[in-house]
């Protein structure tokens, strides 16, 4: 039989031990807070003592010194600034509420709603592991994964992005073109984003950050900013943002997981939000930017492979869905919902394309390729025009389409 409504979420005898285990979590998640800002999209974003904050929680982390400053200067390439009136770069919803004290780190409150939608409480704020099938050698032959891992073809997401494969990869940056896409089902998230991922295809290692919309994690559909990590290709490890313990915060100016505003419209203005990761040479930890802003970091000894560098980087979109690669596609979209051929105030780009090896210096990479798990989904495009403009990388598509059922 139900019992009381709890905070408006009706029970029952057994769902009550799941509520005291939410009620634990929340509290594992939810460091006490030294200033709370309400924000107008409905977040609070708890001021936390940097040292009291999640990461220190993680067994591998317990006598970890904070590092609170890069060991070197990461390099940043700056943008020719004649266009920037026309390019102007998103900011965080929050921001607009308040800010965090020196000394403290903003952190976004998770709330028991948002771990009660969750498939479970171990897999709140996770990536499911990769689904995927033994491909054949024609799959083989075309699979982004080539030069990493030719055994393997994802049946439960999508992406289409710029890659480049190297040995030494310490760093990668871009700016990254903001948009609101249609994600269809709860169950449905879409990401632009970079990755850098050391280690065999099979079990990768990566950093990833961007934006994403994934209404079951954040109870909403507005673009996030969004960091995560794995070291065993999504099987066990990692997580988005502050959701489990590993990432280390530093900076008071952006919180991991508050929405970012505004975004771009078809033939409006264009926004975008500038990325940047670095390990750091002296540590190993990896570092990731905002801008300027420095972030936090994920410590080196989360990782065996990225400890020394990334071997991968890409650049681009992914859908996650039940409803890929089969009949009814997902109508879920990637970037801004156009096809990648629709160009600059149409579809969605990523600029400034860069990555660090050990020089330390920025450069656009040596070699790139373009990939799409499904063209006539969702699409990817590099518009080279020649030696003296910058290669702009366009990406993304509707889903579901005559040519996508």
Known sequence: AASSLSNGVKVNAKARETLSEIDKKLKLINKPAVKSIKSEDGDIIDCVDIYKQPAFDYPALKNHTIQ????????????????????????????????????????????????????SLEQFGRKFPEISYAANKTDAKHSKF??????????????????????????????????????????????????????????????????????????????????????????????????CTGFVQTGTQIALGASIS??????????????????????????????????????????????QSAIFVEWGGQVYSPNVKKTPHTKTAMGSGSFASSLYGSACYIDHIRIIDYSLQLKYPQWVGTWADEEDCYDAYNLIQGYTVEPVFFFGGPGQNPHCM
Do not use: H
């Open 68 to 119: 609170l400053r890069p060991s070197f200067n990461i390099p940043s390439g700056k943008l020719d600034r004649r266009n920037e009136s026309f390019r102007p770069v998103a900011v965080q919803t929050w921001q607009k509420s308040g800010s965090c004290p020196n000394g403290t780190v903003p952190i976004r409150r998770i709330r028991r709603q948002d771990l009660l939608t969750a498939a």
């Open 146 to 243: 080539v030069s990493l891992n030719s055994k393997t073809v994802n049946l439960d997401r999508l992406a289409a992005v710029l890659l480049t494969v190297g040995y030494n990869y310490i760093g990668a940056q871009a700016n990254i073109n903001v948009w609101c896409p249609n994600v269809e089902s709860t169950e449905d998230y879409t990401t632009a984003q970079i990755w850098l991922k050391g280690g065999p295809g099979d079990n990768f290692e990566s950093v990833e950050s961007g934006w994403m919309i994934n209404p079951k994690l954040y109870g909403d559909k507005l673009p996030r900013f969004f960091a995560y990590w794995t070291r065993d290709a999504y099987k066990s490890t990692g997580c988005f943002d502050l959701t």
């Open 262 to 307: 505004p975004w771009s419209s078809t033939a409006g203005p264009q926004y975008y939000i500038p990325i940047a990761m670095s390990r750091d040479p002296q540590t190993g930890n990896w570092w990731l930017m905002y801008g300027d802003a420095v972030i936090g970091y994920w410590p080196g000894a989360l990782f065996d492979y990225l400890k």
